[in-house]
């Protein structure tokens, strides 16, 4: 997952201009919570993840992900986003 902060409500920096991470984690606590609740929202119980993440066993479950999602099956090779998944903000 990818949070992207507001300008509005920067990160929280150290006199050395790093991030004072427990402060800024603190801070974004609700928008954190806020994701992790989206994505378990939108988790395709259908398709159970893999036991094992490994090359193959990833491949086939990103795979079946997408296929379920799209409106037509897309072949690996192919362009996903020419099917519309460019759309998708979670999955449905």
């Keep these: 997952m990818i949070?992207?902060?507001?300008?509005s409500k920067p990160f929280l920096l150290t006199a050395k201009n790093t991030v004072r991470r427990q402060a800024t984690l603190y801070e974004y606590e609700d928008e954190?919570?806020?994701?992790y609740?989206?994505?378990a929202?939108?988790?395709q119980s259908a398709i159970p993840p893999p036991t094992k993440w490994d090359l193959?066993?990833?491949l086939t479950f990103v795979r079946s992900v997408v296929n379920k999602v799209l409106s037509q099956e897309a072949k690996d090779?192919?362009?996903i986003f020419q099917?519309?998944?460019?759309?998708w903000v979670f999955f449905s």
Excluded: Q, W
């Design 77 to 79: 090779d192919e362009d």
């Design 37 to 39: 609740d989206a994505v």
């Design 3 to 7: 949070m992207v902060s507001k300008p």
């Design 56 to 58: 193959a066993t990833s």
């Design 41 to 43: 929202d939108s988790t």
């Design 32 to 35: 954190i919570n806020s994701l």
């Design 83 to 87: 099917y519309g998944c460019d759309r």
